[in-house]
Structures are given as C-alpha cells and as structure tokens.
C-alpha cells in the first residue's frame, strides 16, 4: 500500500462511521468547510520488524512481505452546537473504533487498529469566533507483498582439477534444466 492508499483507506473508515460528513485529507490546499468535517493526517508510516520472504515456488515466483506501523490524526472540527459538534463527532468516532463492524471495516481496508490516544479539544479562532476542533490519533498497522519473477538458476558448470603424482584429471561438468 502507497502513503495514498494508507491515508485514503483512513479516511473511508471515518466515511464509514459518519457517511453524510465532509472528510478532507491533510494538506490538500482546498477551501475551509462551513460545517462539521473531519480532516485525516498521515503523519507517519514506520517499518515493523524485518520483511519475510517466501521460498522460490515452482513457476519462478518470489514474494517478499513487509509489515508497517502507520500513526494517524484525525481532527473533527465543528461550532458546538446541535448537529454541529466536533466533540461529540470525535468521541463517537473514538467509541465506534471499539466495534466490530468498523473493526472489519478496516480489514476490509486492508488496515488493523494497532491502538487509539487521547482525545483531545483543541480550540482554533476562525475569522472572529471560536471553533472546537478535537484531535484522536490512531496507530494502524498494515502489510505490503511485493512479487518478483526470479528465472532461478538453469545451468550449472563444475570445473575440477584432480592431480595425483604426475598425472593431473582435468574436467568440466554441465547439468542444465
């Protein structure tokens, strides 16, 4: 999975929890919304562990596996009032993250919830009044394979040498497929 793919798979999740919200993915340069949104940023994609290869199968294919821990913020912005509260958008959101519809959601995504912080009100002035945005981060772990063809080895050359008193055994062997 690319940084694209990772960062659009988190924001489906979110689309799944809350269907009818604006969710933007960070740094996308585009307009503020009016209302309640959610914005999704990737902030980092770590390598876990060491990558795992399979053995060479029969028609010449190799996979290797790599596995990711990604750490994502998701803030949800919104004047708090009724229908329009990004705290209890956040705090719904962080409890959905608990159910096994969303859970599976994100397998379906090909993504895991590794784990989910604190959630946390972050006041933010927009023109003249305040809003109340409210930060979760998630850690979500993923897996890459990536496939090489692998021609293998097709012919084997052995050359030797045998020498006994004076007498010196030269030879070449070839095996081939």
């Known amino acids: 999975m690319s940084w694209y793919d990772v960062e659009t798979?988190?924001?489906?999740?979110?689309?799944?929890?809350?269907?009818?919200?604006?969710?933007i993915k960070g740094y996308s340069n585009g307009p503020e919304p009016t209302t309640a949104y959610a914005w999704v940023d990737l902030i980092n994609l770590d390598p876990a562990g060491r990558e795992q290869s399979s053995s060479l199968t029969s028609d010449g294919v190799l996979q290797t596996t790599e596995h990711f821990i990604g750490r994502c913020r998701i803030t949800f912005v919104g004047k708090d009032v009724a229908g329009n509260h990004g705290g209890d958008l956040a705090a719904g959101f962080a409890e959905a993250l608990s159910l096994p519809s969303i859970l599976e959601f994100m397998e379906g995504q090909?993504?895991?919830?590794?784990?989910?912080?604190?959630?946390?009100?972050i006041p933010?002035?927009?023109?003249?009044?305040?809003?109340?945005?409210?930060?979760?981060?998630?850690?979500?772990?993923?897996?890459?394979?990536?496939t090489e063809a692998n021609d293998g080895?097709?012919?084997?050359?052995?050359?030797g040498e045998y020498v006994e008193g004076n007498d010196t055994i030269t030879q070449q062997i070839t095996i081939s497929e």
């Open 9 to 23: 798979a988190v924001v489906r999740t979110v689309k799944s929890v809350y269907p009818s919200l604006t969710v």
């Open 110 to 121: 090909k993504l895991s919830l590794m784990s989910k912080g604190t959630l946390k009100r």
């Open 124 to 146: 933010k002035m927009r023109e003249t009044q305040w809003y109340n945005s409210y930060v979760i981060e998630i850690v979500i772990g993923y897996q890459t394979t990536t």
């Open 153 to 159: 080895i097709t012919t084997i050359i052995l050359d």
